[in-house]
């Protein structure tokens, strides 16, 4: 059993529900509360792991990991769990009898979102324009070119209200974010600042820009989910107003 409060975990699923809306994978199928979720034209581990969603789900573990491991093998991606404070003990006493590795530690972190916050932000109205803003993204995160179709096969799946944001220069990106407003929540992703113009204020003017945005909207609560080896971000979100609401971490078999 969990070893947390029922209102925590109540948190935190709400949590990761909002989470699974803002950045949807193609294809989900459940393995009874196991969210398996697979994307066959964006390699993350987040589009593509197993999410266990119950502490109290611990039957067949054994079953069950090999069912998955062996879909992720037909489906050519790496058999990845993504562990959170939802996943029954009995499932990290199998993987770690079974020698899986952990990576990708990261932090969920929440914060009230109030007029007080937003007050100084720029007023800015998100693009409208996709195709700009994909193109933003991936020379501020430097991503390549080859994940264009699948990057963009995700922001446009987005299911609840979304505003993209780009802090611009003349012709230059600087900073970009994507805020996700899903009710009283305001999710903040794929936030990153341009290499070489970091430390420089960008970054938290165009999240400050964005929850302003979902603010009016409406939004109460902002959150976001930062790798814990990310230190600047992290004190930048910190310096903002953020707290750890819970972490999470992946797990995958051990090389041959």
């Known amino acids: ?18 989470g699974f809306r803002a950045w949807p994978a193609n294809k989900v199928r459940f393995d009874g509360t196991w969210a398996i979720r697979m994307t066959a034209s964006h390699p993350a581990r987040r589009l593509n792991s197993v999410n266990p969603l119950d502490p109290g789900d611990a039957k067949h573990v054994s079953d ?15 058999p990845t769990f993504r562990v ?8 990290t006493d199998y993987l770690d009898e ?4 952990k990576g990708g530690h990261s932090v969920v972190m929440q914060m009230p979102l109030t007029d007080d916050i937003v007050a100084d932000a720029m007023s800015q109205i998100p693009l409208k324009d996709l195709h700009r803003f994909v193109s ?18 995700v922001v446009s799946a987005i299911k609840a209200e979304a505003g993209f944001f780009v802090l611009e220069e003349g012709p230059r990106s600087l900073a970009t974010a994507i805020c996700v407003q899903d ?11 341009a290499s070489g113009e970091r430390g420089k204020g960008y970054g938290q003017r165009t999240i400050l820009s964005a929850l302003k945005w979902a603010r009016l909207r409406g939004a109460s609560v902002a959150w976001l989910q930062v790798e814990l080896d990310n230190l600047p971000a992290l004190k ?19 090389e041959n």
């Not at 069950?64 to 790496?78: K, S």
């Not at 959170?84 to 499932?91: Q, V």
């Not at 930048?236 to 051990?254: D, I």
């Open 84 to 91: 959170s404070p939802l996943a029954a003990s009995a499932i």
């Open 98 to 101: 079974h020698g899986w590795q």
């Open 64 to 78: 069950r990991v090999e069912r998955a491991r062996r879909l992720f093998e037909a489906y050519g991606r790496t």
């Open 183 to 193: 009710g009283a929540l305001a999710g903040l992703f794929e936030v990153a600042t």
């Open 236 to 254: 930048l979100y910190e310096r903002l107003g953020f707290t750890e609401a819970y972490r999470y971490h992946y797990r995958q078999p051990p």
């Open 136 to 153: 933003a993204a991936l020379k501020v995160h430097d991503y390549g070119q080859e994940l264009r179709p699948g990057f963009t096969d």
């Open 1 to 18: 059993m969990s070893r947390h409060a029922p209102e925590t975990l109540a948190m935190i699923r709400r949590f990761e529900a909002a």
